[in-house]
């Protein structure tokens, strides 16, 4: 049973920073993507950014936050912590984010597309506003 559970939401001022974790257990081969997303209220989720392990580790990043945002993931044992860490943070940041995993034992296209994620958990709420 695979489980991801985030961590580190928080609401803040404009232009500070937050450290979102993302604890991720229980696979039994590596994921080929993992990923942030991102819901705002009245809006589709979106991409944030992923790191893409299906050849080279490569990352990826949505425009809006290409700058200010950094993700990785440390491998522990048989875990996973994904770690997203946001400066600079903007009111159009304030959002659900979300961690998910995907591709694993299987093949997928992009790590861009939330369809390639099988996995997700539950989110933190991130509020910016002064």
């Known amino acids: 049973q695979v489980e991801l559970v985030e961590s580190g939401g928080g609401s803040v001022q404009p232009g500070e920073s937050l450290r979102l974790s993302c604890e991720v257990s229980?696979?039994?081969?590596?994921?080929?993507?993992l990923g942030w997303f991102r819901q705002a209220p009245g809006k589709e989720r979106e991409g944030v950014a992923h790191?893409?392990?299906?050849?080279?580790?490569?990352?990826?990043?949505a425009d809006s936050v290409k700058g200010r945002f950094t993700i990785s993931r440390t491998r522990n044992n048989d875990n996973d912590t994904l770690v997203l860490v946001m400066t600079s943070l903007k009111p159009e940041d304030t959002a659900m984010y979300y961690c998910?995993?995907?591709?694993?034992?299987?093949?997928?296209?992009?790590?861009?597309?939330?369809?390639?994620?099988?996995?997700w958990g539950r989110g933190t709420q991130v509020t910016v506003s002064s």
């Open positions: 998910a995993v995907g591709g694993i034992g299987m093949y997928v296209r992009s790590c861009q597309s939330q369809s390639a994620y099988t996995y």
């Open positions: 229980g696979y039994t081969s590596d994921p080929s993507c």
């Open positions: 790191v893409d392990r299906r050849r080279t580790i490569s990352t990826g990043y």
